[in-house]
């Protein structure tokens, strides 16, 4: 289900870039998306100890993805920010804003929690948000494809 939902925003948020929307506008399937992401990383570190202990590339993206999560559940539009100017891979329409992760330094307060931040610091930090989006797709895939995956089995949740 998390898979899915996962999927189903990302193709919200695409579906709303592709006809053009301001990016502002755009928040709110990247959110959900976010937020998926999270709870299918979550059930998939607790019930697989070889996905809880991947060092690959994805998986820090997802660590640094819960951060962001974690650090503004309440707040979590106010972790981006539109800049000006293009950023490769170039889409059309062509968009003239970026939407980007916040540095550390001006997200809200919240618990400490230093893997997470180095991983949101290092992967997610200045970059655009799509990317970070495209990113995350890209290991789920990855995920489903590892033959002892409990995505590929359908027993994640």
Request: glycine share 6%; net charge neutral.
């Amino acid at each position: 289900m998390a898979l899915h939902g996962f999927h189903s925003a990302r193709a919200r948020y695409y579906n709303q870039l592709d006809e053009g929307h301001p990016e502002e506008h755009l928040i709110i399937p990247a959110i959900e998306v976010i937020y998926w992401s999270c709870v299918l990383d979550e059930q998939l570190e607790v019930r697989d100890a070889e996905y809880k202990g991947s060092q690959e590339y994805g998986r820090k993206i997802m660590l640094g993805t819960r951060f962001a999560r974690n650090r503004a559940t309440h707040q979590l539009p106010m972790l981006i920010e539109k800049i000006s100017g293009f950023t490769a891979p170039v889409r059309a329409p062509l968009r003239v804003e970026e939407m980007v992760w916040l540095p550390v330094a001006r997200l809200p307060e919240g618990r400490s929690a230093p893997h997470q931040e180095a991983q949101y610091t290092q992967y997610l930090a200045g970059k655009p948000v799509r990317s970070t989006l495209d990113d995350i797709a890209s290991w789920f895939a990855a995920e489903q494809n590892r033959p002892a995956s409990l995505l590929l089995r359908g027993e994640a949740r």
